[in-house]
């Protein structure tokens, strides 16, 4: 019953998911009204909408994570689970409330896309075929997971981009590469380890996570409102080398905990874990703004929902490949926590000497990857209005000289 329980909770997200992420392509108008006539908006103006649309998504869930860090603890600590469990049961009601209120985008007739039975019925098959690897527990059930989904969605992506134009394709997955490879390695952790080090040797309890939890949640709320503007209105190339560099140097203070320079300094060691936590906890919610705007934008009419499904996935999938490599790194650098048996004889020692070595390999990883990446697959490029005038141009007129196209 559990397993089930937890099978269809997974579908209903899902399911919940995909359909919030069409509603914020579809929430945003592509045309406006100027002087009597309908006319195309923008695509910075468009751009900007699908980011702010973005940033109060990553608003209200910072806002959830804020409240339930402070509330979930005493309502556990004052309820029965059942209590809680029916509780949040208004979650959903909420949700279908919600929709009555939204006014989504008109697609015209022609654009209506009938269901697409391969897509579907690759979901599907994948959806069981991963249940299965789940549930025989093979060895590489997470490599062979992974490079099947891989495949699946880079088929289905193929599918849904066969129609856009070719240099807009070629920009578009340029893009889609360097965005998979900056959330592979740049949000990349180095595994329970470092959380093992600082409960055993550091002393932090429960309680102190849960402070840095609502205080990076907090925090994380506070730049999203006040920054929101900068985030929705600068380049995706510029934003995410921010993150890049800043992300690079919130890694800094962890690295020194266990080098012991805080001593060095004469700073306590939850003094340097609340600041690290302070500055570094938004760098997740903010990365996420330009990558699902950016998404949201490429979304073609009548198709926006295959299509935000599978760039989503796709950067999900990214966080897999992430998982594997901290895997990988920890298979190399070998981290125990202690472990007792009942009579308190020790069965495995404790053993943190390559913690060090493993966390600056995660951070140089997590620094060279995706700022390469960003350099070489982000470069600067004609804006796809311009692509496409000179497509239209291509087909009616002689190809102009360098000198022609430079001016």
């Known amino acids: 019953l559990y397993l089930l329980s937890a099978i269809f909770s997974t579908f209903g997200f899902v399911i919940q998911d995909v359909t919030a992420d069409t509603m914020t392509t579809e929430v945003v108008e592509r045309t406006e009204l100027k002087a009597g006539k309908v006319v195309e908006r923008t695509e910075k103006a468009i751009q900007g909408d699908l980011a702010m649309v973005q940033v109060l998504g990553r608003l209200a869930l910072s806002s959830a994570i804020f409240v339930v860090a402070g509330l979930g603890g005493w309502l556990a600590a004052n309820f029965p689970y059942e209590a809680i469990f029916w509780a949040t049961m208004i979650i ?112 932090f309890d429960q309680s102190f996570f849960g402070v840095l939890a609502q205080i990076g949640a907090g925090l994380a709320l506070l730049v999203l409102w006040f920054f929101s503007d900068f985030i929705a209105n600068r380049p995706i190339r510029s934003v995410l080398i921010f993150l890049v560099c800043f992300g690079a140097i919130m890694s800094l203070p ?52 295959t299509w935000f499904a599978i760039g989503a996935s796709l950067m999900n999938l990214a966080l897999t ?66 692509i496409e005038v000179m497509e239209d141009l291509a087909d009616e007129a002689p190809i102009p000289s360098r000198k022609e196209m430079e001016i």
């Open 321 to 386: 490949a992430g998982n594997l490599l901290t895997k990988y790194l920890n298979q190399i650098f070998v981290v125990t926590r202690e472990v007792l048996d009942e009579t308190g004889a020790v069965l495995v020692p404790q053993n943190y000497e390559d913690l060090g070595i493993l966390m600056i390999c995660r951070l140089v990883l997590s620094f060279v990857v995706p700022f390469l990446a960003i350099l070489f697959f982000l470069r600067k490029t004609p804006k796809t209005s311009e």
């Open 92 to 203: 959903p009601v909420v949700s279908c409330i919600g929709v009555l209120f939204v006014r989504l985008e008109r697609v015209a007739e022609h654009e209506r896309k009938p269901v697409n039975l391969k897509i579907l019925g690759g979901g599907v098959a994948f959806a069981i075929f991963s249940v299965i690897m789940a549930v025989i527990d093979h060895p590489f059930a997470q490599e062979i997971v992974f490079g099947v989904s891989l495949v699946l969605l880079s088929f289905m992506l193929y599918w849904v981009t066969r129609d856009i134009p070719k240099q807009r394709l070629k920009i578009l997955l340029l893009t889609l590469i360097a965005l998979f490879l900056y959330r592979a390695t740049a949000l990349m952790g180095v595994g329970p380890s470092l959380n093992w080090w600082t409960i055993d040797v550091l002393g």
């Open 254 to 305: 962890e690295l020194g905990l266990f080098y012991r320079v805080h001593e060095f300094l004469g700073l306590e060691a939850r003094t340097v874990a609340l600041f690290d936590t302070a500055l570094g906890s938004p760098l997740a919610h903010i990365s996420m703004v330009p990558l699902l705007a950016l998404i949201a934008f490429y979304a073609p009419p009548g198709y926006r929902g």
